[in-house]
């Protein structure tokens, strides 16, 4: 018989096996076919008993997701590895983007711009973010804007950060001083509710853009006139089906 092993494994992931048939490869403990990490530096994940040179794709969903029962709907971003006697699967290859900033290294790769498409879990990845930018405005902190990774959330307060890649995709912005369309413009801030981070957010360049259309000539006026500040939020809030009915 043959095996696969996910070798890094992600110890904030769960992981399925799906075979030819379209058919969730069962093992004895797990969720419905999810199965959980062993291990530490690294974590692992075994499917053992496997039929020799048939082809599997393994999937996986966030650590004890239940909003994903089932590994099947997982299947379209799956991974295929041909089962051989001992084999082990390569590690997936993950994307880092960076907005306004950029990419120092990853792992042993020095790689100075801002997307690189061959990161693997586990590696290290450094960033960079000027002190001040082009518009002349200071670096306030990084944050997620799309993917995750195991203990990194919240507002990055160092330019210069590192962290290490989690099994995901991940887009961290550079959050400047607001450039303004004009200077009697809100201010505009984000904040989620309801949801993880990573899964909502602003790109840097919607924000001048948002903030002139949502201020009104009385804010301006208040800006002006009064010397006030007038500050606009944006709230990223998912709601379950549940509570949407509740609301209706």
């Known amino acids: 018989m043959a095996q696969i092993v996910i070798n890094p494994a992600d110890p904030d992931a769960d992981y399925a ?13 797990s969720d419905n076919g999810w199965m959980t990490p062993v291990g530490s530096n690294p974590s692992t994940v075994t499917f053992n008993n496997l039929n020799p040179n048939e082809t599997y794709t393994v999937v996986a969903r966030k650590k ?3 909003t994903i029962p089932n590994p099947l709907t997982k299947l379209p971003d799956g991974n295929q590895i041909i089962a051989n006697p001992g084999d082990m699967a390569d590690a997936p290859k993950y994307v880092v983007e960076t907005k306004e900033g950029s990419i120092v290294s990853v792992g042993t790769t020095s790689v100075g711009n801002d997307t690189y498409d061959e990161a693997k879990a586990g590696e290290v990845v450094a960033i960079h973010a000027d002190p001040i930018n082009a518009n002349g ?6 944050q997620i804007l799309a993917g995750r990774a195991v203990g990194v959330s919240g507002k990055i307060t160092q330019a210069d950060y ?3 890649l989690s ?3 991940i887009v961290l912005k550079v959050v400047y001083e607001p450039t303004k369309v004009a200077g009697d413009d809100a201010d505009l801030t984000e904040t ?3 949801g993880s981070v990573g899964e909502f957010g602003l790109t840097p360049d919607q924000i001048p853009g948002l903030a002139h259309e949502l201020t009104t000539p009385l804010d301006r006026s208040l800006i002006g006139t009064n010397g006030a500040t007038v500050e606009y939020k944006v709230v990223f809030n998912r709601e379950t089906q549940r509570q949407m009915r509740k609301q209706l």
Do not use: A, C, H, M
Not at 17 to 29: A, F, K, M, T
């Open 137 to 142: 405005k200071n670096f306030l902190y990084w």
């Open 64 to 66: 004890g997701d239940s």
């Open 167 to 169: 099994n995901s995709n």
């Open 162 to 164: 590192t962290f290490t």
């Open 192 to 194: 989620i509710r309801g």
């Open 17 to 29: 096996l799906i075979d030819e048939n379209g058919n969730v490869v069962q093992y004895p403990g």
